[in-house]
Each structure stands twice: as C-alpha cells, then as structure tokens.
C-alpha cells in the first residue's frame, strides 16, 4: 500500500516520544542513485570514526537490509521488538485514517533503532517522492541531497520533470546544505525555489574523473554518484554532532572510503566466464545510465543477453527501448505480488524492440537458458527491477558454485 502524507507517522513518532528529533540527518531524494550515494557517504564518514545509520528501501537481498548501522544490518529480533511496540501503538490507534502503513511503522522503527544505537548521523532515504514521503517528518537535516531525477511514478508524484523534481525537492528545510548533481535546468529551477524559500543554497556538483581511480563500483554513473558523495561530506567536515562529537574527515578518508564502498545489484559482476551483471535499472533514466555503463565496460565487443522482468506499472517501451534492441537474445520473466507483470506480457512490448525474445516464466529457468545460449563472448545482463535479483544470486549459488 502506498499512501503519501506525513500526518500518521507524525502520530506514530510522536507516541513513540519522537526519537528523529535527536538525530542528525542526510537527507537524500532522486530518482536514481540514493542508494549509491547513501552508501559512499556512509563508507566515507565510517572511515572517518563516525557512527552511521542508514536507512533505505527497498530490500532487495535481505529483509533486515533497510535498518543498518555501521553497514551492519538490523537484527531479525531487534526489528521484532521494536515492531512490537509499534504494533501496541497502533492497535491503541482511533482514527483509521492515522494508523501508518508498513513504511511508515518500518520509519519510525529505524528512527528509534538509530537513537538507541547512538549514531552520530543518520543516512535518509526517502522512499519516494520528497515532501509527502514518511522521512520527510524530519525537522531539520543537516544536507539535503538530490541524485538524478528523470520520469517515474508520475501516478503520485506527476505527470512533468519539473513537478516530480519539486516534490522531491520538498525535503528541502531552513538551515540544510543543498547538494545536487543533476544539470538539467527544468530540475534545478524547481530544487532552487524551493532552496530560496527556505533561505539555502543549491551546489551543484560537478563530476571529479580524478576519484575514478578510488571507486570500487562498477558503471561510469557511478563516477557522478561518488562526486556528488564527496561534495557533500566535505560539507559537513568539521561539524559539531547532536551526539557532541565532531565530524573530521581528510582526503585520505575520502579515498578510502570511496574504495571500501559496496552497493549489492547496482551494475554488480556476479560471475565470470560468462560475465554476468545485475542491476536494478527500472525507469528509462536508470536505462539510460546502463546502457552507458555497458557500453563504456565492453565497447560493443560482447554479445548480450538480457534476462528482463519488469512490475506491472513502470515504463516499459523506455526502459526495453534503451537496452535491448541491439541484444542477441532477451528472455522475460515474471514479476510477482499486486504490481508483477507477466512475461507473456512483456514479451509483447521486448518484441517491438528485438526480433530475438523468447517468454519464460521462471528467473531460473531464464538463467538457465541465458547460460546455455551464451557463448565466450557473450555478456549476461539482468535489470528491470531489483525484485528478481535476489533469486538471481540463488540460481548463481546452486548452478554456479
């Protein structure tokens, strides 16, 4: 269930003694990237002595994933207890219209896990969106970032770049640091009206080629995502914490954290011979970046094969358009759950793209048939969504190891 709105988890926080008002938050809205950005400015500030929670969605390997501090996930008994307490508070609720949703109960467990773990700044992701998003509850974060938006989940955000990218820039509060590396002037305009009315002022980041040397993440986006990370923990060195700790950070901490930093299914070399990639490239901005990143890493040497599954309510002609129409062959999987597509389905629009698709329910069937068609030069490509990736590492652990 999606519903956008602050007011239950203001409740909810609210009844559990608002635990977010003592923390020190990054607060990161986008499109693309948050995840990325989130993990090289954790990496870089936990090489330099501070204590970090992060919190992020969705799960993709692991449920307890979303809840880290320290890059270590929450316990499946922590989140347990807590959830419990929530659950007390809820069915005490009157008003049906504040009893919070699963996102909303999972927010303000992390905020409360965060304060009792005494972590010295809080990495923020917002879910979706930026000013109805349930992070947004949060008073005043320290830095406001914005990874790159382009057009997604236009049913709740809208239907123009510049009405999504207003709404994200709604996290934007008196008092933060603003941080962006998109260029695109419809986005920008819409992040610095909302800075000017909070009397901030925008960065925009430029790309350093110079830390590539430092990044151990795959994909040349990746490079946009790690200035932008850097640019931002630069912004708060020196800063004194709510905790009373101070942040320090030096350039060798920068480097060590940039090459430390690992983000599980973003353009991830799971195998080799035959090289098998997945990344979570779901929306035509994300397909874009991919495409990119394969082009750049094989230079129109291999030949690919795409293993796709996609959900029910994205934009599939601009994702597949991006991707697929030079492919040798493109299997369609399944999706799952309220918002799951089926293959067959997807298959029809793969096939206005490519002559070579083939519709196979299963992610290991489609893995299988993926491994016998390809041949030395072939590449393995998995996207469209991050909900198959964890079956994908299965199939690679009992086909594979």
């Given at each position: 269930?999606?519903?956008?709105?602050?007011?239950?988890?203001?409740?909810?926080?609210?009844?559990?003694?608002?635990?977010?008002?003592?923390?020190?938050?990054?607060?990161?809205?986008?499109?693309?990237?948050?995840?990325?950005?989130?993990?090289?400015?954790?990496?870089?500030?936990?090489?330099?002595?501070?204590?970090?929670?992060?919190?992020?969605?969705?799960?993709?390997?692991t449920d307890m994933e979303i809840i880290r501090v320290n890059n270590v996930n929450i316990t499946k008994k922590d989140y347990d207890s807590y959830m419990e307490e929530?659950?007390?508070?809820?069915?005490?609720?009157?008003?049906?219209?504040?009893v919070p949703t699963e996102f909303e109960r999972q927010t303000a467990l992390a905020f409360k896990y965060f304060k009792d773990r005494k972590c010295d700044i809080v990495?923020?992701?917002?879910?979706?969106?930026?000013?109805?998003?349930?992070?947004?509850?949060?008073?005043?974060?320290?830095?406001?970032?914005?990874?790159?938006?382009?057009?997604?989940?236009?049913?709740?955000?809208?239907?123009?770049?510049?009405?999504?990218?207003?709404?994200?820039?709604?996290?934007i509060k008196p008092g933060a640091l603003v941080y962006t590396s998109n260029t695109d002037e419809t986005i920008v305009s819409a992040i610095k009206e909302k800075a000017?009315?909070?009397?901030?002022?925008?960065?925009?980041?430029?790309?350093?080629?110079?830390?590539?040397?430092?990044?151990?993440?795959?994909?040349?986006?990746?490079?946009?995502?790690?200035?932008?990370?850097?640019?931002?923990?630069?912004?708060?060195?020196?800063?004194?914490?709510?905790?009373?700790?101070?942040?320090?950070?030096?350039?060798?901490?920068?480097?060590?954290?940039?090459?430390?930093?690992?983000?599980?299914?973003?353009?991830?070399?799971?195998?080799?011979?035959?090289?098998?990639?997945?990344?979570?490239?779901?929306?035509?901005?994300?397909?874009?970046?991919?495409?990119?990143?394969?082009?750049?890493?094989?230079?129109?040497?291999?030949?690919?094969?795409?293993?796709?599954?996609?959900?029910?309510?994205?934009?599939?002609?601009?994702?597949?358009?991006?991707?697929?129409?030079?492919?040798?062959?493109?299997?369609?999987?399944?999706?799952?759950?309220?918002?799951?597509?089926?293959?067959?389905?997807?298959?029809?629009?793969?096939?206005?793209?490519?002559?070579?698709?083939?519709?196979?329910?299963?992610?290991?069937?489609?893995?299988?048939?993926?491994?016998?068609?390809?041949?030395?030069?072939?590449?393995?490509?998995?996207?469209?969504?991050?909900?198959?990736?964890?079956?994908?590492?299965?199939?690679?652990?009992?086909?594979?190891?």
């Open positions: 269930m999606i519903r956008l709105g602050l007011d239950s988890t203001r409740y909810l926080c609210d009844k559990m003694g608002d635990p977010q008002k003592d923390l020190d938050f990054i607060h990161i809205a986008g499109t693309n990237g948050k995840g990325s950005v989130g993990a090289f400015i954790s990496s870089i500030l936990r090489c330099s002595g501070v204590r970090v929670g992060h919190y992020s969605s969705p799960a993709v390997f929530i659950e007390r508070i809820c069915d005490e609720t009157e008003d049906p219209g504040l990495i923020l992701e917002c879910g979706m969106g930026g000013e109805t998003d349930a992070t947004n509850v949060i008073d005043d974060p320290i830095e406001c970032i914005f990874t790159s938006i382009s057009m997604d989940h236009m049913q709740y955000l809208g239907g123009s770049l510049h009405k999504i990218a207003e709404t994200k820039a709604g996290i000017e009315d909070c009397g901030c002022e925008v960065n925009i980041t430029k790309t350093d080629k110079k830390l590539g040397k430092h990044i151990s993440l795959q994909g040349d986006y990746q490079l946009v995502n790690a200035s932008l990370a850097v640019e931002a923990a630069k912004g708060i060195n020196g800063r004194k914490l709510k905790t009373g700790n101070t942040v320090f950070i030096s350039d060798r901490q920068i480097e060590k954290g940039l090459h430390n930093t690992k983000w599980p299914g973003r353009f991830e070399l799971i195998n080799q011979k035959p090289d098998i990639i997945i990344d979570g490239a779901h929306n035509p901005g994300a397909a874009d970046a991919l495409k990119e990143a394969l082009d750049s890493k094989y230079k129109g040497k291999k030949d690919l094969i795409f293993v796709v599954g996609m959900l029910n309510d994205k934009d599939h002609d601009g994702v597949l358009s991006a991707l697929i129409k030079e492919a040798v062959h493109v299997l369609c999987v399944s999706t799952f759950g309220p918002r799951g597509m089926n293959a067959s389905l997807l298959s029809e629009a793969a096939s206005r793209y490519n002559g070579s698709v083939t519709s196979i329910g299963g992610v290991f069937e489609a893995m299988d048939m993926a491994l016998m068609l390809a041949g030395k030069n072939s590449v393995i490509v998995v996207c469209g969504t991050l909900s198959i990736e964890k079956e994908v590492k299965k199939w690679k652990d009992t086909r594979l190891s």
